[in-house]
């Protein structure tokens, strides 16, 4: 079956750095999406991302965060300058069309932020 | 966005049959039920959705009532693998986020 990839799994960094997490989605989907997990907590929807531009995204997705396909296969999330409250399980999923029902989600990427 | 309500946690033994019950008052005529499962330090999985009545899929089956203000999760014969937490999701398809709430954890012992 295929899966959503993603890399690294765990990321430990510095406050005030850069980060960038990556993810494979599934071949065929054209639906991309970000979310995020605050140990804990529940799952936020940060952004989410069709034909190459943002198609929605919440208020957690402020300046400080970019999504880019850079290539046919990859879909990244940057954070340009970390902050302690930004530790959290980053999830990527991805869908064949856009709805709620057949989001595949990733492993997640744990990011420490010290 | 339609509200939901769901047990915080629930306890079960290996081999029974678990329901967990979501409650939905103010669900609108073109919102769909969806139910998701997170194991812990995964991704949430999509296990199954419904509109009305009866929906059975080879996890689980969701029963709505014609009123649709709840909906019943029900898990046969739950092995300790069952172990995680269930989300109730209230939506019409239409937008692109998916709206988790705090989910109901389930704990499934010998």
């Known amino acids: 079956e295929p899966e959503v990839t993603q890399t690294p799994s765990h990321q430990v960094t510095q406050m005030g750095q850069e980060v960038i997490l990556r993810c494979v989605p599934i071949?065929?989907?054209?639906?991309f999406y970000w979310y995020r997990q605050i140990l804990g907590q529940k799952v936020e929807f940060l952004v989410s991302f069709y034909n190459n531009e943002i198609s929605e995204k919440s208020e957690i997705f402020d300046d400080q965060f970019s999504v880019e396909r850079p290539d046919g296969s990859n879909f990244t999330l940057k954070i340009r300058s970390t902050k302690l409250e930004d530790s959290a399980m980053y999830f990527c999923?991805?869908?064949?069309?856009?709805?709620?029902?057949?989001?595949?989600f990733g492993p997640g990427t744990r990011l420490l932020v010290l | 966005l339609a509200k939901t309500t769901q047990p915080i946690s629930m306890d079960s033994y290996e081999g029974q049959e678990v329901n967990i019950t979501c409650s939905h008052n103010?669900?609108?005529?073109?919102?769909?039920i969806t139910w998701y499962q997170q194991f812990p330090s995964q991704g949430p999985r999509f296990i199954i959705q419904?509109?009305?009545t009866k929906v059975t899929n080879e996890v689980a089956s969701l029963f709505i009532p014609a009123d649709r203000k709840s909906s019943t999760l029900s898990l046969p014969r739950v092995s300790l693998s069952d172990t995680a937490v269930y989300y109730c999701?209230?939506?019409?398809?239409?937008?692109?986020?998916?709206?988790f709430g705090k989910g109901t954890s389930l704990l499934v012992t010998p």
């Open positions: 103010n669900i609108a005529t073109n919102d769909y």
């Open positions: 419904g509109y009305k």
């Open positions: 999701l209230v939506g019409d398809n239409s937008g692109y986020a998916l709206n």
């Open positions: 999923a991805s869908s064949e069309w856009s709805d709620q029902e057949t989001q595949y």
């Open positions: 071949s065929n989907h054209l639906y």
